[in-house]
Every structure is written in C-alpha cells, then in structure tokens.
C-alpha cells in the first residue's frame, strides 16, 4: 500500500494467504481510528523540543503528531495539524503559545506538500496562524520566539524581515538573545554562529575555538543573567562567550 505517496509493505496474515485476491473489493467499514496514544519520542536527530508547560503536561513530538503528555494522570492530549514529520518546536514566553515545523510531505494522491511552520494554542489546541507555505524547500529544522517587538506577529500579517543562508553543515538550535533583540545564536555541526540584524540584512560572526579543540557537535545554547552565552557541545564541555566576544 502506499501512505502519502510512500510505499509501506503489508504482510498478510498467514490464515488468508490461500484466499486473498488483489481484485476482490470490499467496502470500507463504518468505523473510524482515533489516535489514543503516541510511543516514542523523537530524539535522534532533533534537538530542544522537550519542554514543560504551566498546565503541568510535557511537550514534545514524534512523527507528525505533537504530543501534550500529563505523567500524573497518565494522559495525552495530541496536535494533529500537521501533514508530515514534525522536525523543530518551540514555546513561546507566554508558556501557551507554541510553534512547530515540519518537512516537505505528500498528500494522499502524491502530491506534494510544502514544509511549514504552524503557531498554535496548547490549552485548546487551535492554529493560530500557518507560516511560510512556498518559502521552504525541504523542512523546517529549528524555530524560535523573540521576546521583544521583533518577533511579534499578527494573526493576519506576517512579514519576512531577513533571509540568508546559514550554513552547510546540520543546524540544530536557533535561538533569540533575551538581552538584544537584534541578535540571534545558531549552532550544530563544528559550528556556533552569532547573527546581528540590521534593517533586512543578517551579518554572521562565527564563533571561534582558539584555546580549545572544536567539539564534533555543538548541542545546546542558553544565556547567562549578564547576557554571556552558554553552550554545551558533543565532547561534554560547557562554555562561556562573554557578550561581544566570540572567542573561547
């Protein structure tokens, strides 16, 4: 059978091997699948999209379903706005906002999909707000919320205030500096990268290793009180970047 354009082998069960033919038809049965709870979690080639929200629920992704976990009661609530694998997630300040991206899919007759990003309510588990249909290509790998007036949008404006290439290598955190609204971390694969907004122009200072050995990964960033940048990396090191500076 196919599944969104994709080939997934079935295996027939033993017992009907003998008198299963592929031209007999039969009706579709009355009743419907409804998705009661989600294994598994994706973490092999995502990063920082496990959060905890106020209502007490964890909230992460696997497939294309987002999922809202309350371990005390032992329930799920589920996200199904999404069309294809969920890659990225982020919740905004407000800890009730959140935002996530997925790749490039294909509906049912094999069309394709484009990759987007879907902002969404996590108490009613409304979209608010469905962004960048026909700007992406392949998938959306990282998202973030600003906290000042430049990350804020309208339900029914949404501009394009910078574009620019990132990097050739895997990115996988993206995240707004708390203190500066003009500045943005990015960090992945043997790489950390500073960018400083000016107008629709994103200017890249790369992070340098002069008296450390550049870990195969950068994993995680979150910022200090004073503003310094923290980043964890693959090797099990945690570095600080003084504000300003790009060196460690």
């Known amino acids: ?62 497939a294309s ?3 809202l976990y309350n371990t005390d009661e032992q329930q799920q609530r589920h996200y199904l706005g999404h069309n294809d694998d969920v890659k990225c997630l982020s919740v905004h300040p407000d800890m ?10 294909n509906t049912k007759d094999g069309r394709s999909l484009a990759p987007h990003v879907r902002v969404w309510d996590s108490v009613s588990l409304n979209t608010l707000h469905v962004l960048g249909m026909g700007v992406f290509d392949r998938a959306v790998t990282c998202v973030a919320f600003s906290k000042s007036n430049l990350g804020e949008w309208r339900r029914f404006l949404v501009l394009e205030l910078a574009e ?36 629709s122009t994103l200017t890249k200072r790369q992070g340098l290793f002069e008296k450390h050995d550049k870990p195969k990964y950068i994993l995680c960033v979150a910022f200090a009180e004073n503003g310094d940048t923290i980043t964890g990396d693959s090797s099990g090191n945690i570095y600080i970047w003084a504000k300003g500076i790009y060196t460690v």
């Not at 592929?22 to 419907?32: E, M, S």
């Not at 009730?96 to 899919?105: K, R, Y």
């Not at 990015?186 to 907004?197: A, P």
Request: glycine share 8%; with cysteine.
């Open 65 to 67: 379903v987002v999922v």
């Open 164 to 199: 620019r290439e990132c990097s050739n290598d895997s990115v996988l955190g993206a995240l707004f500096h708390p203190m500066d609204a003009n500045l943005i971390v990015t960090c992945g694969k043997s790489h950390i990268n500073f960018w400083t907004m000016e107008g």
């Open 96 to 105: 009730v906002t959140i935002a996530t991206g997925q790749v490039a899919g």
């Open 1 to 62: 059978m196919f599944l969104r354009g994709r080939p997934v082998t079935m295996h027939i069960p033993d017992d009907q091997k003998e008198s299963f033919s592929l031209d007999h038809k039969v009706a579709l049965p009355d009743r419907k699948l409804k998705l009661q709870w989600v294994y598994g979690y994706r973490g092999r080639d995502c990063r920082s999209n496990l959060y905890l929200l106020p209502t007490g629920e964890i909230v992460y992704f696997n």
